[in-house]
Structure formats: structure tokens, C-alpha cells
């Protein structure tokens, strides 16, 4: 119990100085995120005179006011979540979180496997946390036993084998891993806004947002250009997820591979 308590202690010590640490390191990388969101939107705004001036002289005004206002929704939402970025409301929001939960850093094991997948310069492996417990049990009851990353957190489900049997925690599943590691190397890429992302098309899809037609449509996909960047955030995970089950199962990945290269240079 003394050890447990130590080791809780310890972790939330890291977690609070994760916040000034990467408010300083991750500052190039966020502020040039933001500084290009508020360029585009200058940009945009100048530029929108002029188009609606066009469209009302081509009789199409109300469908591009429809996707004038689609547009600005995605900009303020990037603008928004650039700007928690940077100042460090992923930080402060896991420290909160973690409060809450028993947290462990990846094993040695977990990091042999994964570390192939994305590259060991891409990632901030030593940070990444596995989350269980505590108030996820509340949380995974209600979402079906759906795991989840949270920036920097994967969020794991601990489930019983018939119904009230034998725990067995889902971090035994190496796929299932790999599937919240793309989107915890979608968070350091991109920012937060992977988050508001993923859960759009969660919603809007009822949760069919996985598909993408496998092996065989990513080979249609390569062919016309498709990158790994124009599926959205959960096929992105699924495909990273399914090349590496099948790899591991040696069976044929060259139709993932173009898609797993695009990842490593971050084209996403």
C-alpha cells in the first residue's frame, strides 16, 4: 500500500511537470499551428466579398453561404483547439484526469512491438500513459467497453470473461494498442484537433467511421492518389491497426504499406 501511494505520488509529480515543460518545447510546433489557422481565416475573410459577389451572380449565393458556414465551423473549431494547445490545456486536463486513475507507462514488451510501427523519432514513448481503472469503469459502461486515447492517455477497458467471471484487461490486446497509439501520434502531430475530430464521426456515424474497404480498396485508393490523410481519424487508426495484425500474422501488407509510410512523415 506505502509502495502504491509512492508510485501515485510520483506520477502525478511528472504529470504537473509536464505542463511547463512542454509549454516551452511543444511552443514552435503549436504556435506555428495557430499562426497558420488565424493566416487562412485573415485570408478567407478577405477573399469572401468576392466569391459572394460571384455566386450571386451565378444564382448559386445560398449554397455557397451553406458552405461558407460550414467552412468557418471548421475554422473556429481548429482555432479554438489550436489555442487550448497552447497553453497547455492537455496537460492540465490529464493532470485532472489522472487524479482519478491508476496510470503505468508502457512496458518494455508494448514498446518492442509498436515502436517499429511508427518510428522511435516520431513519438514521445517514455510519455505515452495506459489509464485503467477508477472512474473508467463508470465510463466504459456506458460506452460499451470502447477505448479511447486522450492525448497522451489510452484509456483501456477491463473486461470479464462471462459476464461477471475473471477480469481480463483489454491491454493484452497488441492491435487494440497499436489502434490508440495512431491516435496519440495524430495528437503530437496535429494537435487536439484529432480529438473533435474522431468524435464527429463517431457521432455522426453512429460509430460506423471504421470501414474502409481493406486490402483490396486501398489498393484502388493508392492508385487514385489517396493518402493517409483524406480518411478520417478512426479508418486512419484502423488501417495502422489492420496492417499490424496482418504483419504479425505474415500475411500480405503491401497494400497498407504506402499508407504506413505516409504516417512515419507525419502526412496527416
Given at each position: 500500500?506505502?509502495?502504491?501511494?509512492?508510485y501515485w505520488?510520483?506520477e502525478?509529480?511528472?504529470?504537473?511537470w509536464?505542463w511547463?515543460?512542454?509549454?516551452?518545447?511543444?511552443?514552435?510546433?503549436?504556435?506555428?499551428?495557430l499562426?497558420?489557422?488565424?493566416?487562412?481565416?485573415?485570408?478567407a475573410?478577405?477573399?469572401?466579398?468576392?466569391f459572394?459577389?460571384?455566386?450571386a451572380?451565378?444564382?448559386?449565393?445560398?449554397?455557397?453561404?451553406?458552405?461558407?458556414v460550414r467552412?468557418?465551423?471548421?475554422?473556429?473549431?481548429?482555432?479554438?483547439?489550436?489555442?487550448?494547445?497552447?497553453?497547455?490545456?492537455?496537460e492540465?486536463?490529464?493532470?485532472?484526469?489522472h487524479l482519478?486513475?491508476?496510470?503505468?507507462?508502457?512496458?518494455?514488451?508494448?514498446?518492442?512491438?509498436?515502436q517499429?510501427?511508427f518510428?522511435?523519432?516520431?513519438?514521445?514513448?517514455q510519455?505515452?500513459r495506459?489509464?485503467?481503472?477508477?472512474?473508467?469503469?463508470?465510463?466504459?459502461?456506458y460506452?460499451?467497453g470502447?477505448?479511447?486515447?486522450?492525448?497522451y492517455?489510452?484509456?483501456?477497458?477491463?473486461?470479464?470473461?462471462?459476464g461477471k467471471?475473471t477480469?481480463v484487461?483489454s491491454?493484452?490486446?497488441?492491435?487494440l494498442?497499436?489502434?490508440?497509439?495512431?491516435?496519440?501520434?495524430?495528437?503530437?502531430?496535429?494537435?487536439?484537433?484529432?480529438?473533435?475530430?474522431?468524435?464527429y464521426?463517431?457521432v455522426?456515424?453512429?460509430?460506423?467511421?471504421?470501414?474502409?474497404?481493406g486490402?483490396?480498396n486501398l489498393?484502388?485508393?493508392?492508385?487514385q492518389?489517396?493518402r493517409?490523410?483524406?480518411?478520417?481519424?478512426e479508418?486512419?487508426?484502423?488501417?495502422?491497426q489492420?496492417?499490424?495484425?496482418?504483419h504479425?500474422?505474415?500475411?500480405?501488407?503491401s497494400?497498407?504499406?504506402?499508407?504506413l509510410v505516409q504516417?512515419?512523415?507525419?502526412?496527416?
Amino acid at each position: 500500500m506505502f509502495f502504491s501511494v509512492l508510485y501515485w505520488l510520483k506520477e502525478r509529480l511528472r504529470d504537473a511537470w509536464l505542463w511547463p515543460l512542454n509549454l516551452v518545447r511543444d511552443f514552435p510546433a503549436r504556435s506555428g499551428r495557430l499562426a497558420r489557422t488565424i493566416f487562412v481565416g485573415v485570408t478567407a475573410l478577405g477573399r469572401l466579398p468576392f466569391f459572394m459577389g460571384k455566386a450571386a451572380r451565378a444564382g448559386t449565393l445560398r449554397c455557397q453561404l451553406r458552405h461558407a458556414v460550414r467552412q468557418s465551423g471548421i475554422w473556429l473549431h481548429l482555432f479554438l483547439v489550436q489555442l487550448f494547445d497552447l497553453v497547455g490545456g492537455p496537460e492540465i486536463c490529464q493532470f485532472v484526469m489522472h487524479l482519478g486513475l491508476h496510470t503505468t507507462p508502457l512496458t518494455a514488451a508494448e514498446l518492442t512491438a509498436v515502436q517499429p510501427i511508427f518510428g522511435p523519432p516520431n513519438l514521445r514513448y517514455q510519455d505515452v500513459r495506459i489509464a485503467q481503472g477508477g472512474i473508467l469503469h463508470l465510463i466504459f459502461r456506458y460506452n460499451g467497453g470502447l477505448a479511447f486515447a486522450t492525448w497522451y492517455t489510452i484509456h483501456l477497458p477491463v473486461k470479464r470473461e462471462g459476464g461477471k467471471g475473471t477480469a481480463v484487461s483489454s491491454r493484452q490486446n497488441l492491435p487494440l494498442l497499436v489502434h490508440e497509439l495512431t491516435h496519440v501520434f495524430q495528437y503530437h502531430h496535429v494537435g487536439s484537433r484529432y480529438l473533435g475530430e474522431a468524435i464527429y464521426y463517431l457521432v455522426t456515424t453512429s460509430r460506423n467511421c471504421y470501414q474502409y474497404g481493406g486490402r483490396a480498396n486501398l489498393r484502388i485508393y493508392h492508385q487514385q492518389g489517396q493518402r493517409l490523410r483524406h480518411f478520417n481519424r478512426e479508418q486512419q487508426a484502423q488501417i495502422i491497426q489492420d496492417y499490424f495484425t496482418q504483419h504479425r500474422q505474415n500475411q500480405d501488407t503491401s497494400a497498407y504499406e504506402p499508407f504506413l509510410v505516409q504516417l512515419r512523415q507525419r502526412d496527416l
